[in-house]
């Protein structure tokens, strides 16, 4: 198919959302991190990378992509946690027809953590009567090989290992030189590391170095921190936060030990919850 004008890109941030659960040591209350929404348009259809958790950031999401005036015609998911597909089906209905593609392993992993098309108590626990009503029908299906188009412009699924967890993806725009990372990159947001045991640093660095070689002129990360600019640098900025983390990791400290320490190290970053998160999945008291 010959393309159809050019391609854009636009991104919508779901702010912090408060958390049900007990406060962390430095009083705050939990809230899950910022969640980046990125709408890859043409003249005339759009894919949409990452649906939010709740059904009123799904509804804000969908005023935001019918804005555009564009057909969705497609949704793609990065990877299998929750908070990048849960509100999949009420995007399909508010917009029928609309396509949702995501790798085999994304729908293989979709599959397993929601049997009976129910996510895991963990989510209802932490958003309690916010999530979409369940059973959760399985939309996804597997993306073709080569990717797909929007307007005639290619779209192609990198697979990038792991990352904050295993079988993670990005789409890559090449037209326009755009990386949408999903949790491969974050953008000055504290980094989910709880999966990193076993080789997940390295592995982590392994999909850096697959977004590095794309050469993007922009990145949007999963997780993204709505005053920076989707920046490259945001790559470097990944790998550092991920070397920190070994680092204070390394000799074993308490959960408040690492808490403290990492918020001392990036005082500025958003959403500290995740760093208690890691600390409790890492960490033994």
Do not use: C
Not at 48 to 69: K, N, Y
């Amino acid at each position: 198919m010959a393309a159809n004008g050019t391609l854009e890109y636009d991104v919508k941030v779901s702010a912090l959302l408060p958390a049900a659960g007990q406060p962390m040591p430095n009083g705050e209350r939990p809230r899950w991190s910022p969640l980046s929404h990125t709408l890859i348009h043409g003249p005339t259809e759009a894919a949409l990378v990452d649906p939010p958790i709740t059904v009123a950031q799904t509804a804000a999401v969908g005023d935001w992509v019918a804005a555009h005036g564009r057909r969705l015609a497609y949704i793609y998911i990065t990877h299998w946690h929750a908070d990048h597909w849960l509100g999949t089906s009420e995007l399909v209905a508010r917009f029928p027809g609309t396509v949702v593609y995501a790798s085999p392993a994304t729908v293989r992993r979709i599959t397993e953590s929601t049997p009976g098309g129910v996510p895991a108590g963990l989510w209802e626990t932490l958003f309690p009567g916010q999530l979409p009503a369940t059973p959760i029908p399985l939309l996804a299906q597997p993306v073709p090989d080569g990717g797909f188009t929007v307007d005639g412009h290619p779209l192609v699924p990198v697979e990038a290992g792991h990352s904050d967890t295993d079988d993670t993806t990005v789409l890559h725009a090449p037209s326009i030189g755009l990386v949408a990372a999903g949790d491969v990159v974050y953008n000055n947001v504290h980094q989910y590391l709880a999966e990193t045991p076993n080789g997940g640093f390295d592995g982590w660095h392994r999909a850096l170095d697959i977004v590095e070689s794309l050469r993007p002129a922009a990145v949007v990360a999963g997780h993204k921190d709505a005053a920076r600019p989707d920046a490259p640098a945001t790559i470097a900025e990944t790998r550092r936060y991920l070397d920190d983390g070994a680092r204070l990791l390394a000799p074993g400290p308490t959960r408040p030990e690492f808490f403290a320490a990492t918020l001392a190290a990036y005082p500025d970053r958003v959403n500290p919850f995740t760093v208690w998160l890691n600390a409790t999945r890492l960490l033994s008291a």
